[in-house]
C-alpha cells in the first residue's frame, strides 16, 4: 500500500523548517503543526477558524478538500450569505452586486448548524430520489429489452409457420424480411442500450456524491459543509434536470416490434416480392420519473438559516383527552404521531395500553398486549409501533391491525424512551443510549451513560445527532452517532425533572419540564434555552412529547392524559 505524502506545516515552511502537519486550516488552506496549530488557534485573526486533523483532511475527497473559502471573482473571504440571489458573498460582492438585497446573514453562524440543520438530510434525500429513479428507469429498460426479444421470436415463429404453407420461391424474402427484422431490433436495442450507459455513468456520479455526503457528515469542518453543500446542491440539480428530461422526450416510450403481412400472400405468390414490414411503435412510458422535494425543501430553506430561540412560535391545534382505562385514571409515558397523521398514546401503569387517535382527535381504538406495560412509543409506519415496557430490558415490534408482536429486542438493561429514524431504532436505558437496526436487530451502543439510578430518560435524533435527557439531572444532551459528546445544557431552574425531548427541522430542541409545567426550547448549540409552552398554554404535567417534521407539529402527553397538539412557526 502507497503511503500518503507527508503534509508539511506552510508556516514553518515559510520559514525554511521542515515539520510535518499535525492540523489543516481549510480557510488558510494550509497545515499546521502543533506549536503553529496553538498560535494559530490563540490569534485573533484565526482563532475561529474550522481547523481538522491531518488525518480527517486526508479522509476528505477531492472535491471536499479543493472547497475555496474565497470568493473567486474578488479573492476575498466569503463572509456573507444573500438570501435573495442565493449567493455566497465577500464584502466586494455586496458593495458591487448586492447594494439594494436585504436580509443578509453571516456565513459563520450559519455554518455552526450546518451539520445539525436539514441541509445535509435534503441533499442525501435528493441523491436517494435520484437513485431510485434511475434504478426504476433501467429496471424498465432491461423489461423492455425482454419484452422485444420475445416479440422478435414470436414474429419469427410466425414467418416461418407462413414459411411452410408457400413456395421455395419464399426463401429469398424470408431472408430479406428477417434481415429488415433484425436490422430493426438491432436500431432498438442500441437505442435503449445508449440510453443505459448513460444512465449507468449517472449512477456512479451518484455514487461519488453520496460518498462526499459522507464526507462533509464525518470529516468535514461546519465551514467546509456549508459551502460544499452549496457545490453539491448545483452538481445535484444538473443530474435531476438529466432524469426529468427523460420524461420529456421519447427515450422512455415503448418500443415494440411488429410484422405486418402483405393481405394478397396466400392468393398472389407470383406477385408476392416481400413478406411484408417491421415498424417500430411506441406507447407512454410504463416508469414515472418523480423527484419528491420541491426547491422550497431544499437547500437553502428556513432550516439553514438559523433564527433564534426566541422566535419560535406555537399555535394550539387541539387538546386531546385520553379516555379513562378500567384504573379510572391514566398515566401517560409516551406518545407519537403515524406518518398518516393519527396519534398513539403509551398508557403505562394501571391500564398498560396504547391509545390511538384519528386525525380529527376523535378516539380510534385501544390496543392492550397481555403480559407487557408499554411506557414509550414510536411509529415505524401506518400500522406498526415500537414500544418499550416497563421495567424490562425489551423493544417491542407490534402490528397494530394484527395485535401481533412482530419481534422482540433485547436491550439489556431496563429501557425507557424510544425514537424511530430511517429504519433505526433509538433507545434509552439504565446503562446506555443505543440504536438497533431493524431489518436485521443488530445493536450498537452510542454512550455510556453516568447516571446509573434512574431510568427515567428519553431520546429523540435528528440528523447526525441524538439527543437524551436524564430526569435527575436535570439536563438535555446531544451527541454524534459516532458517540462523540457535543453539548450539554443543565440549569434546575429550567430543566426542573427533564422528561420528553424532540426535535424540530431547525435543530431546536424541546423538552419537558415536568415540575415546572413548561416546554422549554433550547438552541441548536445547546447554549440558550427559553420557556416555550406553559400551563397558560394548556400544558399540565408534561411528559413525553413528540415533533413532527413532516406537518411542523407539536405532540405534548401530559401524564394525567391531558394533551395537546401544537403547530409550530
Known sequence: ???????????????????????????????????????????????????????????????????????????KKLQIYCPHHDQLCCLLCISTSHKDCTGMLPIDEMAKTSKSSGLLESLQKSLEDLKSNIDNVVKDRQSNLTKIKEQRQNILAGIQN???????????????????????????????????????????????????IKDLKNHASDLQTFIGSKQLEEKIEAEETYVQSLSEDDRLKQLSLKCTHNEGILNLLQSITSFGSIPIESSSPSVVVKLEKTKEAQIMSASVIPKSVDNVRATLLRKIQIPKGKSYECNITGCAIFPNGKFIFADCDNNKRLVIFNTDGSFDCEKTISGLTPFDVACIDDTTVAFTDLSSSKIHIFDITTNIIKTTIETKNDCSGIAYHDGKIYYANEEHFGVAQLKDNCMKSIVNCDYRNSCMRYVSSFGVSIYFTEYNSNSVCCYSDKGNKMWEYKDNTVLKSSYGVAVDRNGFVYVASYKRNCIVVVSPDGKKAVDFLSSADGIESPYKIFYDNERDLLLVAGYNGKCSLYKIK
Not at 484565526?46 to 473559502?69: C, F
Not at 420461391?169 to 436500431?187: A, G, P, R, V
Request: with cysteine; net charge negative.
Open 1 to 75: 500500500m502507497d503511503t500518503p505524502p507527508k503534509t508539511l506545516c506552510g508556516i514553518c515552511d515559510a520559514q525554511h523548517v521542515t515539520k510535518t502537519a499535525d492540523f489543516w486550516c481549510p480557510e488558510c488552506d494550509d497545515g499546521l503543526c502543533n506549536e503553529c496549530h496553538s498560535h494559530h488557534s490563540f490569534s485573533k485573526a484565526s482563532r475561529l477558524h474550522g481547523v481538522i486533523s491531518i488525518e480527517d483532511y486526508r479522509k476528505l475527497s477531492p472535491d471536499i478538500s479543493s472547497i475555496v473559502h474565497h470568493c473567486i471573482e474578488h479573492e
Open 162 to 212: 407462413l414459411r411452410k404453407r408457400i413456395n421455395s420461391h419464399f426463401d429469398k424474402i424470408e431472408q430479406e424480411i428477417e434481415k429488415e427484422l433484425n436490422t430493426s431490433e438491432c436500431d432498438l436495442k442500441t437505442k435503449i442500450e445508449d440510453l443505459l450507459h448513460g444512465l449507468q455513468e449517472k449512477r456512479e456520479r451518484i455514487a461519488v456524491l453520496q460518498s462526499n
